[in-house]
């Protein structure tokens, strides 16, 4: 049961940023990103992922894992085209 | 040192809201915030809320309270003067 919550707000948070990642990948405009903003979040992002591995905690690892790849792709992008 | 982990984590993807929350506050504009991106959002915190509850795990309880809170004032805001 807690892991199935654990899953459906994965699911929810992570699939939260897909439109930004595709807005941002199709236009490279990255205007209305704060850059210090989102470095903070994708560190943070990445400390979950090592949070969730230290506690052999599957929802919170796998959420980070793909949350870290896709606010990356954004960090990477607002880096390149600023 | 787990949990060190963890409250450092909370700590920055917590706090890159705050500049978002502050914005939103002060301008009243919420037009480049996406409502079904945020409900989704919203949610989503409420869940790993539960989760964090239910699995007695501190750090992601206390993180995902401050951020709710953050995300559901952004989420009225947007709601209210859209």
């Given amino acids: ?6 899953y459906c ?3 929810l948070t992570t699939l939260s ?5 595709i807005k941002t ?3 490279k405009d990255t205007s ?3 850059l210090l903003m ?3 979040f994708t560190i943070g992002v990445f400390g979950w992922l090592v949070y969730g591995f230290l506690k052999r905690d599957i929802p919170v690892f796998v ?3 793909v949350t870290l790849s896709l606010a990356g792709i954004i960090l ?3 880096i390149k085209y600023k």
């Fill in 38 to 40: 989102y470095s903070m």
């Fill in 76 to 78: 990477t992008m607002k």
């Fill in 63 to 65: 959420a980070n894992l």
């Fill in 9 to 11: 707000a994965a699911i």
């Fill in 32 to 34: 209305g990103i704060s």
């Fill in 1 to 6: 049961m807690t892991d199935t919550v654990g």
């Fill in 17 to 21: 940023f897909l439109p930004q990642a």
């Fill in 25 to 27: 990948i199709k236009t």
